[in-house]
Structure formats: C-alpha cells, structure tokens
C-alpha cells in the first residue's frame, strides 16, 4: 500500500499503544481485584473447614460454634477420629482401611477413564461409523438421568454376580465414565482434522495417530479429565455405602458419611460429633488437593509442549 | 518415555484391580462347627457406631454372639440416618432388606414412604420368639405399642421406645416466671399458663421462649396441640405424627378437626404476633433451635427427651471447662393442653423401635430365619443385658442406654425426668397412623398424600409466615380436602379390611379410656 | 476430511451412507475390500477405539438405564412390592397431569436454569479470560483457589452455608448490617430462598468450568493475537472475532454440563431448604428423589426422571444446534 497509508497505521499503532499501556495497568489491577474477590468468596468454606477442624464442637450438629478463629484450637477432634486413647471396648475406626480403599475407587477408574474415555471420545470425534450418533445420544441420556434412578437394577446386579462386599462392586461401575466420553469428544473435535489425515498420508494407523497425535494434543483435556475422575471417585458415597456390608469396605467419604449418625432428621440415637466429622474431611481433603496440583501441571504443560502455534 | 508411562500406569492398574478382587471379604467363609455356615446381616443407623457406648456395646454382644456360635458371621452395616434409608430403599426394592434391621416402625412404614412396606415385614406370632420372662420384662405396653392392636405383631424383637408428646423446659426460666416445673411434671399444664410464661421469659433479642415453626420441625409442634388436645373419637384422632388422619374410616368419609386446627393455629399465631418466637427464627435450621434449647437462649423446646442428652453433654463441658456459658437445668415435661369444652391434656404417643426381618426373595432358608431371630433375641434379650451390666462388661453409658430400664441413654438415672418418664410408660398410647392408612386404598393414600404435601403442609407454612389468617387456612384445607373427595368416589377409598380395623380401634379406644 | 468433520455430531443415523457400495457386495473379496477401504476401516478402529468403554458403560450404565425406562411404565413401589405389573403410560399421564406438583417444580427449575447456567458460564469465562494473561504463578494460585471448594464434601460446604445465611444473626446479615442494610431471611423466606441457592451456586463452584476455559483459552494460538494487535483490533472485538468463536466447543461443553447439572439440582433443597418454604425450591430432581426414596415409588421416580431426561436431551440438541459450528485453528 501506499506510504501515507502506512504513516496513519503506525501512528495509529503508537495511539494504541500508549493507550493500552495504560488499559493494560488498569486492566491487571482490575484482573489481580475481581480475581482475589472471587477467590475469597471460594475458599470461604475450606477455610472454615479448618478452622472447625481444630475445635471442639461438641455432640450436637449446630452452627453455634462457627467462629472466625478457633477458641483453643486443638488436635483433639483429629485424635478422636483415629481414636488414639479409645477405651478398650470401642473398635478403632479402620481408617486406613478406608483411605486405601478411597485411593483405589478414585486411582483406578481414573486411569481407565484417561485412557478408554479418550480413545472413545477420539472415535465419536473424528471417526464415522453406523451408531455413532446413538451411542453418543446415549451417553447424553446416561448424563441426564438422575444417578440413583439406577440405582436398584445395578444393586441386583452387584448382588446376582456376588459381588456384594467386594472391590470389584466398589471399582468396576466406575471404570466406563460417560462424563469424560463427552469431554474428551467435544475437545478432541476441536483438533485440526488436517493433522491426522497429513499422518494417514504418512501411513501412520489409527492407533498410531490416537496415540501420537491426538493424545499429546489433548494433555491439557486429559489433566481435566484425571482430575475429576479422580475428584468423583475420592469423593463417591453412597455407592460404596450401598455396596459395603462391613465396616472395612468402605471409603473415607463413605465411613466420615456414616459418622453423621442421626444428623439433621433429628430421630435419636444422634452421636454426631461435627467437629471429627470436620477433621476427617479436613485429612481427606489433603490427597485431592495434592492431586489437583499435580494434575495442574500438565494442564500448564499443554501449551509449551502442544506445539500448536499457527 | 511418554507412552512407558503410561503403559506402566495401565499395567499397574491392572494388577492392583486384581489385587484388590482378591482381597475379597471372608464372607460366608466360616467353618462349619455346629451348624451350616450363615451371615447375618443387620443394619441401622449410628446404633452400631462403635465410637459411640452404646454402638461398641452392640459390636460386643455381636462378637460375644458370634463366639458362642462359630458357624454365624455377624455383620453389623451402620451408616448416617439418611444413608440408611437411601440404601433399605434400594434394598428393599430388589426384595433383599437386610437380614434385620433396627429402626422406629413408624419412619419404616409412614404414610409418606407408601404405608405399605408392612407387606414385606416378616410377621411373627408373639409366643413363637418372646418368653414369658421376656414379655413380663418387656412391660405389656411396650408389646402393645409395637404391634397393631388384634393384630399378629410385625416387629421381630421390640428394642426401645421412643415417645411423643411431651416437651423440654428451661427449669430456671420456669422458676423465674413462677412456675414449678417438677408441679408441671406431675399435673400438666393449660396453655394460658404456657403462654404465660412465654410473655414473661421473652426478653428483646436476648431470650425467646421459642425458636421458629416450620417444615414439620419443633415449633410447629405448639400448633399440634392443638389437633392433640382436641377430644375425638379414637380414629380421627391425630396420632404420632399429629397430622390428622383426613379420612374417617368408618363411613369413609373425608373429614378432619377443624376446630383443633384452628386453636393451634391461632397459638402458634399469637406467639409469632407477640414475639414470643422472634420472627427471625421462623423457618431457621433445625439445628440452630434446638442448639437455642441447649445453650439456654429458649425456655422451650417440643422436642423429645432425647435433647436433654445434649443438655447434659453441654453442662458436663462447661464443668470440664470446655465451654463457656451457663448450665442449663432441662426439665422433660407435658405439653401444654388447651382448657376448654372438648379439650383433654395432650396424650403421650409411643414410638416403637425395634428389629425387624424382611421377606426375602430368593428365600434363604429356615435354618437363616431361624438364626437371624436368635441374634435379634441375644442382641436384646433383657435377662442378658442385666447380667452383663452386673458384671460390668458394659460400659456405665451403653448401661443406661439398653434394657427395658432405659429407653433414654443418660437421662433415666433416679431424679424427677426418670420418675416422670416411668410413669408415662403407664399411660402412653401406641401410635396409630399406619392403622389408618392400612384401611385405606392406594389411590387414596396417593392423592391423600399429595394433599398433605402441596395443600396441608403448605397451608401450615402459610400461617407461620403471616400470609393468610386461620380461617382462611381451614377454608383452604377445607375447599382442597373436598377436591380430593371427589377425585377419589367414595366407594373406591376403604379396603376390605377397613370395617374391622374401626372395630378394632373403637375396642382400643374403651380400653385405654380415649372417645370411641 | 470433510467426512470426518461433522461437528454436530448429534443423532444422525449414518447407516445408509455407510453401506457399501452395491456392486461391492456383489463381487468376491468383499471382506478383503470391505478392510482396505480407509472408510470401512474406520469403522473397525471406531469400534475397537470404543470397545471397552460400549462394553462398560453398556453393562454398568446403559443397562440399568433400559430398565429404569422399564420401571416407569410400572406400578412398582414399596407398596407393593410383591405385586408389580404393567400399566402402560399411566405415570406419565398422572406426572403431565399433575399442574399442582410436578409443573411448578419444573417451573422452579425452570427460573433456576434460566438464572444460573447462563450467569455460572459467564463468570467462568470471565474468570478465565482474567486469569490467561497472568503468569504462570498467579495463575495457577487462582485456578486453585477457584477448583478447591470441590473438594470439599457437600455435607460440610452446607452447614457452612446454612451457617452464613442464617437468618439470625448469619455472616451474611452481619454483612448487610455493617453497610447500613436490613437484615433478609435467606432460605427461610419464601421470596428469597430460590435466590440464595442462585447465590451459592454463583459465588462458589466455578472451578471446573475456570479449568477448562483456561486450557482452551491456552490453546489459541497467540499468534492469532499477534495478527490481531497489528490491525489494532479493540479487545472487545479480539474477543467476538478470535477468542469467542475459538472457545466455542469449550462453551458448548461447559453449558452442556451446567445445563445437566442445573436440571438435576438437588444439594441445595436436599442439605438446606427440603423443598420449602411454600415450596419456592422445590426443584424437579427434589421431587423425584422423594418420590424415589421417601415414597419408595420406583416406577413413578423413573417416569419422572425419564421426563426430565428427555426434557434435558432436546435443551442439549438445541444448544448443539446453536453452539455448534465445528471450529479448528
């Protein structure tokens, strides 16, 4: 173009700059202001949850004794929860028991979600085949349904295959996670299709191009994907609950749960003690939170290895 | 490297998920000793917590069982109130409840969870499980509470009894207003005298007499009384749960206590209007007004004895130095009755908790059932009990907790609550809400029971919060109730059996002196 | 390519295109064709890609969802456990009919759709559109902050809140009162119950969303910017022109989720206001979980939840149809 055309542009450019330096300033402060709002507002509850965690909060389920900052802060909640001085008639909760149990529900599924669920989403992302529209409508539909609609058939089930009180019942509905199917298929599509068909070309198989391209692609995807599998299966209940007969098959979440005794509905014998309920979700927490990190990592690492720039 | 990684996750998943399903649990493993081997599997609530006395109690009886009985598993599977039932819901649904299962018969069989799981609830013939001893330690109104009146019994093994009807008060704050509360124990009271003590104890934001109605919690109870203390015959009563029954079961009709309606509902009213409840508190949490019982901010709680448990725990701290405040001296009492024509004092209901068995499908076998009711009867056999609280193998709290001495963990030791408590069992009431629903068809039980939720409850509400007078409620109940009359005709509301559960109840009625 | 590249990928049944040819059928060595072909092919790796997943999620997940389609065509409760038959569409008949019940609970959820899912998609979007330019320390400080309250277990997080917006004397009343504002009854008010759950769900929970707009956000390549800030383009239209429509399968996945999660609410009425007051949060998922477990009503729980599904499957297409443009960079 032109000279004179071009003058106008830089000066433009200039105009532009000057003024986004300082948008740029006030734009952080906003950013760094809105963000740490946010922030707060999120980590309200944690922070209580410790908090209450080092106080004493007697049997009875209130808020009575929700304080900014705890009054004599103890450990005393955290002894009683792995019933350290416990008299010699109470069996010592099996607390390990559970924490081993919890990794496995929330380690084992993880992994196969991260791998079948992102083979899967590649399939109904990039491929045509027959059924492919059904089967992605069913995993839509699988999402839609309330979870303990189904609950009944799959207790009949678990019970028909004597699975009842064992770790296959614990792990193995866990293994097919439709959430992650779904995930990884909208973030998969994104992919250029270009990338694969140039590998097609270079006689690459599909598994080559699953496991070479689109997988390393979608590390960001599959951290989000470990993360709340993981997150799901740390966190899962009721279905441990509804599977375990003895006290040792349980999770963490599921034996903290079965701490809360008679609770709000108020009908006796309530031994609910809020504050050990507080340390043993306070102590469970801390895995999720490490793993959160560690996850994180790789979300991070996705744009500085994905070697995506255009 | 990327893909070794990952190749060694998967592999490591593998054999951990193997691993683990090897790590199965020993169940029905046992070796034969003098039987076939056999798990029982009960379940219940905190009951058998064993952080808690009365749970390790049970974990011990169980392990002392399963010690006589080498052949027999015992699997005591307990969790939060809500997550029991979810999971008896779902196991009841597949037709495999538990072995047994402890829990109040009125919770298991309510209106609102379908009135009819009794149909599953094995039935057993009283002299088949129950000695003579037994019956005599049990106390005849015990028995009488846990089975329907002329009917076989459905609970395998009566446990505890948990009652309804009376109340909590604040000793000193009663003492303070002029009032005795050991009197008010032993005779009752009016409600002029009630809400005369409300006016004196409330004091600006300091103390209240009362925290919030609402959600069939606590306050609204100061509205049954009214419905309670309204003289009716026997089956329009409000029993238990203090909704009334809607439906007279003799004629078939659709009818309720107007007039008890509206006196509890112009008390509940004046408590609100005058600030004896802080409007603030209507519809608080649960939690929060009993906690305002217990830390000595209310002079009353509906609640039930149990509360004063915490009462205790909370005065035990503040000895111990752990928590601050004043003690608080709770005094279980009557509830308040109205004085007029037609009223009587509030009649205390019982509320039976025990073990019940399920019909199984498959059927397990004899030999199961058979061992099944053997451990409900070890497990609360009194005579046992007894003997083991006399060798001191139970820990001093658990002891007052079990027996037939002790419905009330910690609050039946010698004073006045105990007296009070004992005599009651004198004169209590079964509750009779399942009877009712029992002579009463599914489609009626249906829309009654959308009624109670979408009109009745909501009505309730309406008048906690100020939104509609009390005659405009019972024109509203009473225009919906007619609604429902004609959805469902009136030859389609009774079953078979209704006319001889009226009889049934009109006999009860003479017997324990209540209007046929 | 272009076959690939259907970004709909909504129920389309793809069967008649994919046939093969007629005069393939016909002709010997139809098997050794059919796998050379590189479209039937991949079928085959479709299917072996998917195989373990059909397989698990057929038994675990699809299974039990056929027969809970089953159970609602059935008189299948508690109360009659012994007895339970066929009775064709009745429950559904008596769900669509029930104005006083089942209507205003998919109205309440209705309101609370229409007021969080959009509001919950935006804050995540705005948060992260926050967060992606700071460095990699900050950055991750909040996507932290933002994702932890998910750990925490529900159970706590709401004595916390019940706690906060007590209408006696809560955090958030002292909030209130310190800035010269009446005290409010939160949850225990008719008007305002629905609206403090809107607030916890706005205030907290946006973690997952933060997460994925983030990494969809890193994704774009910056050099799109770049391009972008030579033609002094404003940041108002950087953003319509390169980053919305770049997002756009993120926002899509993330309105999906919300949309399945705010159909299903439940937390809020199960742990705080049990449906009330005067029923103000009586959310459909509310209902049919006391259908499902208070009235031990199998076949009418199915039938609502069938309903809702169905219902939550053509909101899903509609955002598909809507969201849906297939975008690559």
Known sequence: MATRARSVRERQQADTFERSEQARRAGTIFAYGMLSFWAILSLVPIYFLFIMSFQDLGVSFTVRDIQW?????????????????????????????????????????????????????????????????????????????????????????????????????????????????????????????????????????????????????????????????????????????????????????????????????????????????????????????????????????????????? | MKSAMLRTALLLAFVLAFVAGAQEFPYDQQQDMNGEPDTIVVMGSSDFDPSTPAGAYLQEVARLYMEQNPHITVQMDYGSWGDLWQKVGVMLGNRQGPDLLVGPRDYLMANGRGGGQWEDIITVPEDQFLSAEAQRGMGPTLLEASRFPGREGFMVWPWTIYIDGTMVVNGDMLREAGYDPLEIQQNGWTMEEFMDVAKQVTNGDQYAAFFGPMGGHNGERIFLTGLLSHEQPYRLQSHGGGNPPFVDIETGELTWDQEGFTAGCQAIRTFIDEGWIPENTVGIAFDESRDAFVTGQTAFSFDGPDLLNLVEERNRAIANGEEQGEPVEGFVVPRPHFSGEGFQPVPVTALSYGYYSFKQEPYKGDAHTRNVFDFARFLTDPVFQIRKAADDSIPPDARVYMGEQSWFPGILGTGPNAQYLQSVREVWQPSMGIYITMATTPELQAALTSFRNEVYATTKEEVFLGRISCDDAVTQIQTELE??????????????????????????????GQPE | MGDAQDGLGWPRIGLPNHLPPKEMMTKRGFFRRYFEDSRYSQWRWAYIFMSVDLAWAGLFLFFPLALAIVFSFQDFSLANIGDVRFIGFENYREILTDTRGWWHSVKVTAIWTLFTVPVNVAIAMGLSLLIAPLRDGPANFFKGAFYLPAVVSQVVVSVIMVWIFSPRSGLANMLLQSVGLPSQRWYASPELALFTLMLMAWLTGHGFGVLLYTAALKRIPTSLYEAADIDATSGWKKFWKITWPLIKPTTLYVTIIQLIASFQTFAGAFFITKGGPLRSTEFVNWRIYTAFYTDGNFGMASAMAVVLMVVIMMISIASFRLLGTDVEY
Not at chain 1, 281 to 296: D, K, R, S, T, Y
């Open chain 1, 69 to 310: 900052f705890p009054i004599n802060p103890n450990l005393e909640n955290y002894v009683t929860l792995f019933q350290l001085d416990a008299p010699y008639w109470i069996e010592r909760r099996p607390i390990w028991r559970w924490a081993f149990n919890s990794g496995l529900v929330a380690l084992i599924p993880t992994i196969s979600n991260l791998v079948f669920d992102s083979a899967a989403g590649y399939a109904l992302a990039k491929m045509r085949f027959p059924g492919r529209g059904l089967i992605f409508g069913m995993v839509i539909a699988t999402m839609a349904i309330p979870e303990f609609i189904t609950f009944i058939p799959l207790y009949r089930m678990m019970s028909d295959f004597h699975w009842m009180n064992t770790y296959w019942a614990l792990l193995f509905p866990g293994f097919a996670g439709v959430a992650g199917i779904f995930l990884m298929k909208q973030s998969i599509q994104s992919l250029p299709s270009s990338l694969m068909d140039a590998a097609r070309i270079d006689a690459c198989s599909e598994w080559g191009i699953f496991w070479k391209i689109v997988l390393p692609l979608s590390k960001p995807v599959l951290a989000i994907v470990g993360i709340t599998s993981f997150m799901a299966g740390w966190n899962s209940y009721f279905w441990p609950y509804l599977v375990a007969q003895s006290r040792d098959m349980l999770t963490l979440q599921a034996g903290l749960s079965s701490m809360m005794g008679a609770g709000a509905t108020g009908l006796p014998p309530s031994s609910n003690d809020l504050g050990v309920v507080m340390a043993g979700a306070a102590l469970a927490a801390i895995p999720m939170i490490v793993v959160f990190f560690i996850f994180q990592k790789y979300i991070v690492q996705g744009i500085t290895v994905g070697g995506m720039k255009g």
């Open chain 2, 483 to 512: 609604r429902v009359g004609e959805q469902v005709p009136m030859d389609q509301r009774l079953t078979a059996e209704a006319p001889a559960i009226a009889e049934d109840m009109a006999a009860f009625a003479r017997e324990i």
